[in-house]
Each structure stands twice: as structure tokens, then as C-alpha cells.
């Protein structure tokens, strides 16, 4: 398999490739003006790797939850990507990804993330199904 990931849900946006047997990753600062030149940095990005999409036949997008603006530009830049390239498009949560290594193996299992100071939690079966709302929780609940 060989992959995009684009994950802007946070105060960093996380970009990085699997190709070849070969993983690159890159950390960016999230600000607005990240927003408007994600695909720049994302081109820039191959090219410093001397990569293309040629390489990698999936996409993996970060739908949250996470900083709105952040998520709204990486979908559109995804999609954009994946119309224009023919790749396919996978979008994931990240209370999933927490979890995902442990499918199959805990009867409960509860994701935890902080994001913008505050912390939300959220529970799931052995098979990932979510079994609650996502919750918002205070330190000392934790």
C-alpha cells in the first residue's frame, strides 16, 4: 500500500508517505495561511523526496475532530488530489486511529484526545463501534 496521509486537525499538520517501503513524513505549523497553500506544501513535499503521485494510490484524510478551517482545507485539497489523480480517497477519525490498535482485543475501550485546551473522550467496542457521544471531560474526571 502506498499512501498520502494529510491530517490538519490540530495545532500542526501532519503530512506523510508510504511508498516503496519507504515512509516521509513532515510537520508543519497550522495557521491560516497554511490553509491557503496546503497543496504548495504538499507539492513542495514530493519534491523534496523527489517523489510523485504517481507513487501512491490512496489518500488518508483526517476528518476529525480538529480545528474546522484545518479540516475543511485538507478534505477539499484531498479531494482535489483524488479527482484529479484517480486515487482513492479513504477519510478517518482520529478517536479510530487511537483505538486501532486494539481491535479485537479489549471488551471497552476509550479514546482520549486534548485539542485547543480541553479534553474530550470517547468509547468504543472491541469491533470499534462507537458506543457513546463524544464527550467533553475536565482534568480531574480523567
Given at each position: 500500500m502506498n499512501f498520502l496521509s494529510i491530517d490538519c486537525s490540530t495545532d500542526t499538520v501532519?503530512?506523510?508517505i508510504?511508498?516503496?517501503?519507504?515512509?516521509?513524513?513532515?510537520?508543519?505549523q497550522s495557521d491560516k495561511l497554511n490553509n491557503?497553500?496546503?497543496?504548495?506544501?504538499?507539492l513542495?513535499?514530493?519534491?523534496?523526496?523527489n517523489l510523485n503521485f504517481t507513487d501512491i494510490n490512496e489518500i488518508f484524510v483526517n476528518q476529525g475532530?480538529?480545528?474546522?478551517?484545518?479540516?475543511?482545507?485538507?478534505?477539499?485539497?484531498a479531494k482535489g488530489i483524488s479527482l484529479s489523480k484517480?486515487?482513492?480517497?479513504?477519510?478517518?477519525?482520529?478517536?479510530?486511529l487511537i483505538c486501532s490498535k486494539f481491535?479485537?482485543?479489549?471488551?471497552?475501550?476509550?479514546?482520549?484526545?486534548?485539542?485547543?485546551?480541553?479534553?474530550?473522550?470517547?468509547?468504543f467496542n472491541k469491533k470499534l463501534k462507537n458506543v457513546s457521544k463524544i464527550k467533553l471531560v475536565t482534568i480531574d474526571e480523567i
Open positions: 501532519l503530512l506523510f508510504k511508498t516503496k517501503g519507504k515512509t516521509f513524513s513532515k510537520i508543519l491557503d497553500v496546503l497543496m504548495k506544501k504538499i513542495d513535499f514530493f519534491g523534496e523526496n475532530p480538529g480545528n474546522f478551517s484545518g479540516l475543511r482545507s485538507s478534505l477539499a485539497v484517480d486515487i482513492n480517497l479513504f477519510g478517518y477519525n482520529t478517536f479510530i481491535f479485537g482485543k479489549k471488551d471497552s475501550i476509550y479514546a482520549l484526545i486534548k485539542f485547543r485546551e480541553k479534553y474530550y473522550i470517547n468509547k
